[in-house]
C-alpha cells in the first residue's frame, strides 16, 4: 500500500507539472476542429507533444492516416508483462466545433499517461512485473470507427488494459440501466450508420408530373414509416435520422433522394432486430412509390460496452480521494461509441467527468465550455483518478486478476445473449 501510495502522489506531482502545456495541447486542438478521419492538426499536436519528450517512441500515422501510437517502458527491466493503453480522441462536429468535448479526451489520455510514466519512473523496483505504457491516438470516433479500423489492423494486440474518459454532465465510472433483465451502461449503445438511397425519374412538376417518379415522396413515406414505427420499439431502443438530400428545385420532380439514419439499442444482439424493422419502412416506401432503393452501412457497428465492476470501483475511489462527487443515480443519457468495439478486446474503463457547466453536450454551449480555462480543474483530476486506478491494477496482482475474470464473464454473458443474431453483429 505504501508504494501505491507514493506512486500515486507522483504522478498527481507530474501531472500538474505540465498543467499549462496540457491545457495549451487541448485548446489548439479545440481550435482547429477537424472532422473524422481529416484530423491532421490534431493529429500532428499530439505526435509533438510526445516527441519533445525522447523517452517515448512515438510513430505517427499509425496504421490509420491520423492516427498515432506513443510507446514508453518497460518499467522494471525486461520485456513488457504488461501494458497500459490510454486513449485520445480529437475529432469534432460539423458546424459546432469540438462540442463533444474531444479536445479534453485527448488531454486526459495525454496526461494520465504523463502520470503514470511518472509514478513508474520513480518505483520501478518495487513492480511485480515490467509494465509498458501505450497511448493510442484513436480517430473518426463521430462517424466511421477509427477504433474498430485500429482493432482490424492489429493495434490493440499487445495492450492488456485500456483506459479513456468522456466529458459529460457529471461525473460518472458508468451509467446504469436496465435493458432486458440486464445490467449495462445505458449510455453505450450499439450503433449501425444507414444511408438509403430513392431513385425515382425526374420531370416537370407542373406540366407533366404523371412522367415522374418522386424519389421525394419516398423518402417522406421512410421517414413517417420510422416515425409510427417507434410506438412500437423497446424504450431503451433509438431510431433517428435526417432526410439529407431531397432534390433540387421545386418544379422538378426529384429523381433522386437520400437519407441517413442511425440505428441504436442497449445490447447488440437486439440491433439486427431493429435493423429488419428499419428496413421494411425504407423498402415499404419505395414500393409504394414504385422507386428504386438502396440500402448501405457505410461505417462499422459500435457495440455496447462491457462493464468492468473491479476497474469501476476502483475508480471511484480513486476520484473520491480527489474530490469527485459520484450521484448514487446517474442521470439518464444514450449514446454510442467506438469503445464498445475496444471493451471485447481488452479490459477497459470509460468514464464520464463534470467540465463545470449544465450544458449538453453536442451544442454551441457545450463547445464553448470544452475550451474554458475552468473545464481544466475537472479534465485534470480525471486524468489523475484514470492513472491511479492503473497504478492500482499495475501493483496488485490480484486486482488485475479481478479485472480480467470481470472481462471474461462479462464477455462470456454477452456471447451468450448473441446466440442466434445475425453473424454480421458478433463479438470481435
Request: with cysteine.
Amino acid at each position: 500500500m505504501e508504494t501505491r501510495r507514493r506512486m500515486k502522489e507522483s504522478l498527481q506531482r507530474r501531472v500538474d507539472a505540465h498543467r499549462a502545456e496540457l491545457h495549451r495541447l487541448s485548446r489548439d486542438i479545440w481550435s482547429r476542429p477537424e472532422l473524422a478521419g481529416d484530423e491532421t492538426h490534431a493529429h500532428d499536436a499530439l505526435v509533438g507533444f510526445f516527441s519533445r519528450d525522447p523517452a517515448w517512441t512515438v510513430e505517427s500515422g499509425y496504421k490509420l492516416p491520423t492516427a498515432f501510437r506513443a510507446s514508453w517502458g518497460p518499467a522494471g527491466g525486461g520485456d513488457p508483462e504488461l501494458t497500459v493503453g490510454f486513449l485520445c480522441e480529437y475529432d469534432a462536429l460539423p458546424d459546432i466545433g469540438h462540442a463533444c468535448g474531444h479536445n479534453l479526451i485527448a488531454e486526459v489520455g495525454a496526461a494520465a499517461a504523463l502520470g503514470l510514466k511518472a509514478a513508474l519512473e520513480e518505483n520501478q523496483t518495487e513492480l511485480p512485473v515490467p509494465v509498458k505504457i501505450t497511448v493510442l491516438g484513436t480517430p473518426a470516433e463521430e462517424d466511421i470507427g477509427g477504433k474498430i479500423d485500429l482493432i482490424n489492423a492489429g493495434a490493440f494486440a499487445d495492450i492488456d488494459l485500456v483506459f479513456m474518459a468522456h466529458p459529460a454532465q457529471q461525473d460518472a465510472s458508468f451509467l446504469p440501466c436496465v435493458a432486458l433483465n440486464e445490467q449495462v451502461p445505458l449510455h453505450s449503445l450499439s450503433f449501425f450508420l444507414v444511408l438509403v438511397k430513392y431513385y425515382g425519374k425526374a420531370s416537370h412538376a407542373s406540366a407533366y408530373p404523371w412522367e415522374g417518379v418522386n424519389a421525394l415522396d419516398a423518402a417522406v413515406l421512410a421517414y413517417n414509416n420510422l416515425s409510427v414505427l417507434r410506438q412500437q420499439l423497446k424504450p431503451e431502443w433509438r431510431l433517428h435520422g435526417i432526410i439529407k438530400h431531397g432534390g433540387v428545385k421545386p418544379n422538378i420532380i426529384p429523381a433522386y433522394t437520400e437519407l441517413q439514419f442511425y440505428l441504436r439499442t442497449p445490447l447488440v444482439k437486439d440491433l439486427h432486430n431493429l435493423k429488419a424493422k428499419a428496413e421494411a419502412c425504407f423498402r415499404a416506401a419505395a414500393v409504394a412509390t414504385d422507386c428504386q432503393v438502396e440500402i448501405i452501412y457505410p461505417s462499422h457497428a459500435y457495440y455496447n460496452i462491457l462493464p468492468n465492476a473491479t476497474l469501476a470501483d476502483l475508480y471511484e475511489n480513486n476520484g473520491k480521494s480527489l474530490g469527485i462527487q459520484f450521484p448514487e443515480q446517474p442521470a439518464n443519457f444514450s449514446g454510442s461509441t467506438d469503445f464498445g468495439n475496444v471493451s471485447f478486446m481488452v479490459p477497459g474503463i470509460h468514464p464520464f467527468f463534470y467540465i463545470s457547466t449544465d450544458a449538453f453536450n453536442h451544442t454551441e454551449e457545450y463547445t464553448e465550455a470544452a475550451g474554458a480555462e475552468k473545464a481544466q480543474l475537472f479534465t485534470l483530476r480525471t486524468a489523475k483518478a484514470l492513472a491511479m486506478t492503473a497504478v492500482d491494477v499495475v501493483c496488485c496482482p490480484v486486482l488485475l486478476k479481478q479485472v480480467r475474470e470481470d472481462f471474461r464473464l462479462a464477455k462470456l454473458k454477452q456471447e451468450k445473449l448473441l446466440e442466434g443474431a445475425d453473424t454480421a453483429l458478433t463479438a470481435p
